[in-house]
């Protein structure tokens, strides 16, 4: 073969490889942004027709402000940089706004894993005390909540209520930050809202008629302020002062929200002398009723309401009655994974107890109650089809539907779409998707349809580079100036040539505007699993369902009693965790109304006026988190420092059989001397390489294990270069103590392939193992995983594009490559020794900071063959697979156009 003569031109991409490092719709939004540049002027109309969060957008200066969660790859390394102001920093998480104008400049940084959209939540809508028996646990222990914060992060409360005011007079809540007000300063280190002071809010209520306070809860039928009476609301407003007929009165409301003799107050929250935060979250839409808040802000509620707990010293839980369709569900989105940090970083105070609502996203095909856009989702494990069906409003010609498909990254489904037509767009593999660019559109007579499956551009790849699934986005759209409508009518999603299960998600649906219907998955389509909303799906959080404690309810809807709600979000979590935790009543729940609401439904309403029924998991979540204000503080009295596994351990080992909240059981559970679960928690570092001085620490929680029970144990397996193997053991202390540690040093090498593996598993990795036995005479045992660098991964993201004048375009990616090897040679098929293949030149090393490569200098109209290995400290990849592609020259064309016929 003759020996080519080559010019290579290296194309280098700004991101610096840094690929993995925006989440898909926000870099979509970006492409489409830099391709149009639309004036500032026009920026606003741009941003709403062509950004799902817009509504979240600000602008300053000519800038796009978007907020967003990212993860920095240290916790030391996290700061602002021009382009991104950093808000709530939690451990290597931070909440921000970045300039979109200056995206590529902050990916550039080395100090960026991750950036996350900020995510629209909405807020999820009697519950009896006698029903979970937390009046008993009250009159019997006599814990109340005091000197325990509860943080509610919601749509705000009426401080005016009753409610929230002791015996003298004073508001309940120590301070309450309203993320929307600008009347006023900020809480440190925060710059949007006005933080008002418990003074403040005393002057506001003995002072009605001046305007010191610009607060007021009037969305979703005053939800805050019925949640927070759910879990802290003293019922002083429905004491016998207060109703001037009480036998009347009592005979007219439900007496399971009684708490004692007639003479007493009668809607009682759980911790009825709880301290009170409240946060009243930034609400992206002005509709009275209905409002929506960005994930971002949640997160700076909660850190707010820990540093306040922090500086008071005193343990805190945190209420979120919200959630969200969009993201992976796994508990490995930023948005979970920065609420789950905060829950287990010390250094966030004490308790850090976090209780979320599951979602009101269930659906009973038996039930007459159930609205047909709640079959959101569908499923499959092989490749088959799933119906649609859209109903939208054809007067309306701003319409939107946006789907997520998530299905395992070993897989490669293709993603189809039949139009009501019979129209078939795609179908698309792994990489692939509509236009040239993500973002870009189909313009059909059934719709302006966008179709991205997992990533295949060049700076934007794999929109949740830890989620070990690819994703697949679909946006139907419509464009009042062409006149394209979203087709009413049934919708087939085809996925094709893979295996494995893959979940489908109608995530939301804009302008459909139908209650009852809009898009929904058909009858045999739809799947009513996997329903839980984020952040419910994350570590180290309560999760919240519903169960119901009234027959009827409102409009003789029939909720029979001791079951599950319709409307309470199935589980397990889409990566298969046991969740919802535990179950609460949600329906129908009488709590505190915001006097703010504007013609409040009459037959919702209780006899006194000032208090309201509704439902949901929303109202269930509020039952644990006073729940869990009652432990934190009969853990001060018992000198016991209650945390997260703690108050999980107590729940899951008091709740009755069908998984439902037994206050009483709780209490007398610790009481009895349980509570704190007897465990032992293993530190050490998380990855180990060759000569590494290592060290594991590992300690018994609860009582002190018995004797020399400890042991511990780590062991791996060498690989040899030949069929025999080397296993090393080590033992550790056994000396009985509460915290032990051990340190070894890795062994060398030399002789041995550079992969580890566990007990001749293919798992590269350490695993220490601990084991000890309690005063009990229980054994409990612990294992620890270490990571061990391997080789990188076989390049999966390339493709080969011919281009002219001799010039072949590649593009490639894989995980942990340090170097890229490029192969090539005009025969097809193995062996790929070098450049020429057969003369077996050396191949071409690419650096890992570039990722496109343009060879030149190529025989127009030859076909040439294409592999890439990567490359790094620990060995090499196996090769890609095989691309061709065949340059072409540029040709000059002089075409003359003839014109004949009529105009018409």
């Known amino acids: 073969m003759k020996k080519l003569l080559l010019t290579i031109f290296l194309i280098t991409i700004n991101l610096q490889a840094q690929q993995n490092k925006v989440e898909l719709q926000l870099s979509t939004f970006y492409s489409q942004y830099e391709k149009q540049k639309p004036s500032f002027s026009k920026t606003e109309e741009f941003v709403k027709k062509n950004f799902e969060f817009s509504s979240m957008v600000r602008y300053e200066s000519e800038k796009i402000l978007i907020p967003v969660i990212v993860e920095f790859k240290d916790e030391k390394i996290v700061s602002d940089m021009q382009g991104l102001k950093l808000r709530s920093i939690i451990g290597k998480y931070a909440t921000a706004e970045i300039d979109l104008g200056m995206l590529r400049e902050v990916l550039m940084s080395e100090k960026i894993k991750y950036i996350e959209l900020s995510k629209p939540l ?62 006023g300063t900020a809480p440190y280190p925060y710059t949007y809202g006005t933080l008002w002071n418990q003074t403040q809010i005393n002057n506001q209520i003995k002072n009605p008629g001046q305007d010191i306070i610009d607060h007021k809860d009037k969305n979703g039928q005053g939800h805050g302020t019925h949640v927070s009476g759910i879990a802290v609301g003293n019922g002083f407003s429905s004491s016998s002062s207060k109703v001037t007929n009480m036998e009347t009165f009592i005979s007219g409301v439900d007496k399971e929200f009684r708490n004692g003799t007639p003479t007493n107050p009668i809607y009682v929250g759980i911790a009825p002398k709880a301290n009170i935060l409240n946060v009243a979250y930034r609400n992206t839409s002005d509709n009275v009723g209905y409002c929506r808040v960005g994930s971002s802000d949640i997160i700076d509620g909660i850190n707010w309401v820990a540093e306040y707990a922090k500086s008071l010293n005193q343990p805190w839980v945190v209420n979120l009655s919200l959630g969200t369709k969009w993201g992976p569900k796994n508990g490995t989105s930023n948005f979970e994974k920065t609420i789950s940090e905060i829950a287990t970083n010390t250094s966030k105070g004490r308790g850090r107890i976090i209780v979320v609502s599951a979602g009101n996203e269930g659906y009973d095909i038996n039930d007459p109650n159930r609205k047909l856009i709640y079959r959101w989702h569908a499923d499959a494990s092989v ?100 006149n394209k409508q979203i087709r009413n009518g049934q919708w087939e999603i085809i996925m094709s040539n893979g295996n494995g299960r893959w979940d489908a998600y109608i995530v939301d649906v804009g302008g459909i505007n139908d209650p009852e219907k809009g898009a929904y998955f058909n009858l045999y389509s739809y799947s009513n699993e996997r329903l839980i909303t984020e952040p419910g799906n994350a570590y180290n959080v309560i999760t919240v369902g519903s169960f119901n404690t009234k027959q009827i309810g409102i409009n003789n809807e029939s909720y029979p009693v001791d079951q599950i709600s319709y409307f309470s979000s199935p589980g397990p979590t889409r990566d298969g965790r046991n969740k919802p935790d535990i179950f609460a009543p949600g329906a129908w729940i009488a709590s505190s109304l915001s006097q703010y609401v504007q013609n409040p439904p009459a037959n919702q309403l209780e006899p006194d006026g000032v208090h309201i029924n509704l439902y949901g998991t929303s109202m269930a979540a509020p039952h644990v988190t006073g729940t869990v204000a009652l432990l934190l503080q009969q853990g001060i009295a018992l000198g016991k420092n209650f945390e997260y596994k703690d108050i999980e351990h107590i729940l899951r080992n008091t709740k009755t059989t069908e998984g439902f909240l037994d206050v009483y059981d709780a209490i007398s559970y610790v009481e009895g001397g349980g509570g704190m679960e007897d465990r032992i928690e293993i530190t050490g570092p998380i990855e180990i390489e060759q000569g590494d001085e290592v060290t594991f620490n590992a300690e018994f929680f609860d009582d002190t294990p018995l004797g020399d029970s400890i042991i511990s144990s780590w062991s791996w397996t060498l690989e040899s270069n030949n069929s025999d193997s080397v296993k090393i053991l080590a ?34 990795m350490v695993r220490v193992k601990v084991k000890a036995k309690d005063t009990d005479d229980i054994w409990h045992e612990v294992e620890y995983n270490v990571g061990i660098p391997e080789e990188p991964n076989t390049p999966l993201f390339w493709r080969a594009q011919a281009m002219n004048e001799g010039r072949v375009l590649l593009s490639y ?35 890992a900071d570039t990722t496109n490569l343009i060879l030149s ?20 990849s196996g090769y890609s697979d095989e691309l061709n592609a065949e340059p072409y020259p540029l040709v000059k064309l002089n075409v003359k156009i003839y014109l004949q016929g009529a105009y018409r």
Not at 144 to 155: E, F, P, S, Y
Not at 820 to 830: C, E, N, R, T
Not at 857 to 876: H, I, P, S, W
Request: hydrophobic share 35%; aromatic share 14%.
């Open 857 to 876: 200098g190529l025989t127009n109209f030859q076909r040439y063959y294409f592999v890439v290995k990567a490359m790094n400290d620990y060995g090499e």
């Open 731 to 764: 033992s550790g202390s056994s000396e009985g103590f509460w915290t032990t540690d051990w340190t070894f040093t890795v062994p060398s090498l030399d002789g041995y392939s550079r992969r580890w593996f566990w007990d001749d598993s293919n798992n590269v």
């Open 383 to 482: 490749s088959t089809s799933r119906f649609m069906t859209i109903e939208s409003n054809t007067s309306i010609k701003s319409e939107k539907l946006l789907m997520e498909i998530w299905y395992p990254n070993i897989s490669n489904y293709s993603i189809s779409l039949r139009t009501p037509t019979g129209l078939i767009i795609g179908p698309y593999s792994s990489g692939e998707g509509t236009g040239n660019t993500p973002g870009d559109c189909d313009t059909t007579s059934d719709g302006i349809i966008s179709i991205v499956n997992n990533w295949y551009d060049t700076e934007f790849i794999d929109p949740f580079p830890e989620v070990n699934d690819n994703q697949i986005l679909i946006q139907l759209s419509e464009d009042a100036e062409t």
């Open 122 to 183: 909405d807020v999820q809508l009697d519950v009896s005390s006698v029903k979970i028996r937390a009046n008993l646990a009250r009159d019997t222990y006599l814990y109340d909540g005091t000197g325990v914060i509860v943080g509610i992060i919601d749509t705000g409360i009426d401080f005016f209520h009753e409610d929230f005011i002791d015996e003298d007079g004073n508001t309940r809540i120590l301070a309450l930050w309203d993320q929307n007000s600008s009347r």
């Open 813 to 847: 990616i894989a995980g942990g490559a340090k170097n890229y090897l490029i192969y090539y040679d005009i025969d097809l098929g193995f062996p790929y020794s070098g450049t020429g293949a057969n003369e077996g030149d050396s191949p071409i090393i690419i650096g």
